[in-house]
């Protein structure tokens, strides 16, 4: 089973405990691609992951420095802390400096790190950013032609340009904090789709949004003869693929056109096998970005949010039988989680403060079907991200802007976890352990039991959920607590069709045939059982 670690090199390695608000890197310090050693990738191959995302590894805007080697800071107007936002990629060909022992020769090292994986045995995934880049995009990579190199700035739209122009109008920050303002004229279109010189400070004013052939004026979509947009874009894909990357977790995709997720898919995979995962959240175009060639897609709107909602007492368990009815047979495509650079802490005060009250959570994750499951760095140490770091607020994110450290993620490293952390970690594994050896879990078909436990049976679906994986070689039953606080003790009904299906009972036509097997299981707070069925 696919089973990924996100690991964000600038906050992973870093063991610097200072974490001063605004801090810069010799103040706050910063993690480096060789902290992920080999010690640390036995772990983790051994802990069950198959996959690393290397988060946030393309060099993007930041306020630091590298004269040595040409690289000079960025305007302080159109960058997001002082580390910067790695979805501000200012160029698609290089690595972060900061990353690099040796800034010098990070390219080396970001190829050593990719043997690394894969000599234990794992596949690296990178982040691919198509919709938007920096304001400041200029790539070293000479043998290419830069973005807007023959753009016409006249015209808002033209299916020849890289950018979308605001024509006659200059951009304005609504962040300015550099002594001499950053001038950009004509302004371009901003990131998340602000057709306007002026965007505001909770846009993505740091970028500027790539034209994949879509006259966003009219509505029109050009794409014959293909955009230069998008042979550019494949050209970077092919590069990365040809340094050993083995998948993309693809920002923002549903921002980009589906014809040109067919076009380029198609293509890379006739000469690489190479993994495509969508963040998406626009469920109605889940199934054109499944036959568009992706593998996955982020499990967000429907299984996050619900079990968000589950785990805070808003909404009761029953409502994650919504979560696969509204999937359409697409359940094993999801790529499940419930934590990520985007989303609040588990531990963090914002959300549950206190990582074990996420483990049914995870737990559901895990076991309800056989796409993909993702852990993030820290998230198994219970990183509370407790305080502002500088550009991110104080907000339950370990920020992803500014250089700081995560604290309990260092006691991992140290080898200093308390026993409560430890039995949490442990449970992670147990996790992991299941989802790859037991044959139900890995390889089997979903039954949910809800439907024949209610609320007026000895059943208790406001807390409990219950459900079915089988093969012909395996059975079982799991039955999941969301209560934090109390036990409960439910007889769990499995009906006659679901005996059927598993291949315990044939049906023949005679009444028992309808009879329920029912088993009484006793789930502690923020719990789970698993029934070997025979």
């Given at each position: ?13 870093n ?57 000079k ?22 690595i ?90 004509p ?7 602000i ?45 990365w ?44 175009l ?13 499990d ?11 785990l ?9 039988s ?71 607020g104080d ?26 952390q ?10 992991l ?12 078909a ?17 807390y ?18 969301f ?16 005996l ?27 719990g ?6 025979q």
């Amino acid at each position: 089973m696919i089973n990924i670690y996100q690991l964000f090199p600038r906050l992973f390695g870093n063991m610097t405990s200072a974490n001063k608000p605004n801090g810069n890197k010799n103040d706050n310090g910063c993690g480096l691609l060789s902290d992920i050693d080999n010690s640390t990738l036995q772990t983790l191959a051994e802990a069950g992951f198959s996959h690393i995302w290397l988060t946030g590894i393309l060099r993007h805007a930041t306020l630091t420095g590298y004269s040595t080697i040409g690289l000079k800071p960025n305007h302080p107007d159109i960058t997001k802390g002082l580390a910067g936002s790695p979805y501000s990629v200012t160029d698609y060909y290089d690595i972060d400096p900061d990353l690099a022992a040796d800034p010098a020769n990070r390219m080396n090292q970001f190829d050593d790190l990719v043997k690394r994986i894969h000599d234990h045995g794992m596949k690296v995934i990178i982040d691919f950013v198509p919709n938007h880049l920096s304001r400041e995009y200029l790539s070293q990579n000479t043998d290419i032609e830069q973005f807007g190199a023959h753009d016409d700035t006249n015209v808002f739209f033209s299916p020849n340009n890289n950018f979308y122009y605001c024509v006659g109008q200059g951009f304005t920050s609504p962040s300015p904090k550099g002594d001499t303002p950053y001038t950009e004229f004509p302004a371009k279109a901003t990131g998340n789709d602000i057709f306007r010189p002026d965007p505001s400070a909770n846009d993505w004013y740091d970028t500027a949004k790539l034209n994949y052939g879509i006259d966003y004026g009219d509505g029109s979509r050009h794409f014959d003869p293909i955009p230069d947009t998008w042979h550019k874009m494949l050209h970077i894909v092919r590069y990365w693929c040809s340094k050993g990357v083995d998948g993309f977790r693809v920002d923002m995709a549903e921002m980009v056109p589906v014809e040109f997720w067919k076009w380029l898919i198609t293509i890379i995979k006739e000469s690489f096998d190479t993994v495509f995962i969508a963040e998406i959240y626009r469920t109605e175009l889940y199934n054109s970005f499944i036959c568009a060639g992706f593998d996955y897609l982020y499990d967000k709107v429907g299984f996050y949010n619900t079990v968000e909602s589950v785990l805070v007492g808003d909404t009761p368990a029953s409502a994650i039988s919504q979560i696969w009815k509204d999937l359409d047979g697409n359940d094993d495509r999801m790529l499940r989680f419930m934590e990520n650079h985007d989303e609040k802490r588990l531990a963090s005060p914002h959300f549950l403060g206190n990582a074990d009250a996420a483990k049914p959570a995870m737990a559901l994750a895990a076991l309800m079907n056989k796409g993909p499951l993702m852990i993030y760095n820290g998230q198994a140490c219970g990183e509370p991200a407790i305080g502002a770091q500088g550009y991110s607020g104080d907000d339950g994110r370990t920020s992803i802007f500014d250089y700081c450290a995560m604290p309990e993620l260092q006691k991992w490293h140290n080898a200093t976890l308390d026993d409560k952390q430890m039995a949490t970690l442990g449970f992670y594994k147990e996790l992991l352990r299941l989802r790859n050896s037991n044959d139900a879990i890995a390889n089997g078909a979903f039954y949910d039991l809800m439907w024949c436990n209610p609320w007026y049976s000895n059943f208790d679906p406001q807390y409990v959920y219950a459900f079915l994986r089988y093969t012909d070689k395996q059975r079982v039953l799991v039955a999941i607590n969301f209560n934090r606080h109390e036990a409960r003790h439910v007889s769990v009904k499995i009906p006659a069709d679901a005996l059927e299906l598993m291949g315990m009972r044939h049906f023949s036509g005679g009444m028992n045939d309808f009879d329920n097997e029912v088993h009484d299981v006793s789930i502690n707070p923020s719990g789970m059982v698993i029934v070997n069925l025979q």
